[in-house]
């Protein structure tokens, strides 16, 4: 079975500033990965995937993934944050199997 | 374009008394259909999904049910709530043989 690991709880974060969040997954097979977006009480909203093909993938509202197969991490990025990016984070694995396992989640809170 | 809908959007039950929380899809056909639980401060956890009308798959034993009666028509129930089945419930849609999963706005239940 696979498995997501987020590496930080809770991440602050300065206005402007860059901010990565760490996930790390383990799976014995080839594996879709994904970034959702929870803002408070409400659901979640898919920020990127990577299902194949490049590495790097982009996503909406300026952020951007990048696939590594040897360390099996799928790290997401913003250059410069805005307040409007504080919320919580979920990283989640798919081995095509119709059912997506997440991580614990990361709450980011970005400071002006 | 395809939308989700879920209610009630808020749910204050006391232990021992009857659920049943609706989801809805818009715009698709033959979708995947699931139900997570969200508690607080903890990730996702899948309670069930389904393929097509009838068919539905439980995770995790636990008193509460899911039902699918139609389409695009994903109830989840109990006979008798339970203080632990406090949380934000989340239903959510693939398309049939897709990945990414889409979710609704989410029910918060409070059993009191």
Known sequence: AQSVTQLDSQVPVFEEAPVELRCNYSSSVSVYLFWYVQYPNQGLQLLLKYLSGST?????????????????????????????DT?????????????????????????? | SQTIHQWPATLVQPVGSPLSLECTVEGTSNPNL????????????????????????????????????????????????????SGFYLCAWSASGGLEQYFGPGTRLTVT
């Open chain 2, 34 to 85: 699931y139900w997570y639980r969200q508690a607080a401060g903890r990730g996702l956890q899948l309670l069930f999904y389904s393929v097509g009308i009838g068919q539905i798959s439980s995770e995790v034993p636990q008193n509460l049910s899911a039902s699918r009666p139609q389409d695009r028509q994903f109830i989840l129930s109990s006979k008798k709530l339970l203080l632990s089945d």
């Open chain 1, 56 to 84: 790097l993938v982009k996503g909406i509202n300026g952020f951007e993934a990048e696939f590594n197969k040897s360390q099996t991490s799928f790290h997401l990025r913003k250059p410069s944050v805005h307040i409007s």
């Open chain 1, 87 to 112: 919320a919580e984070y979920f990283c989640a694995v798919s081995v095509n199997d119709y059912k997506l396992s997440f991580g614990a989640g990361t709450t980011v809170t970005v400071r002006a």
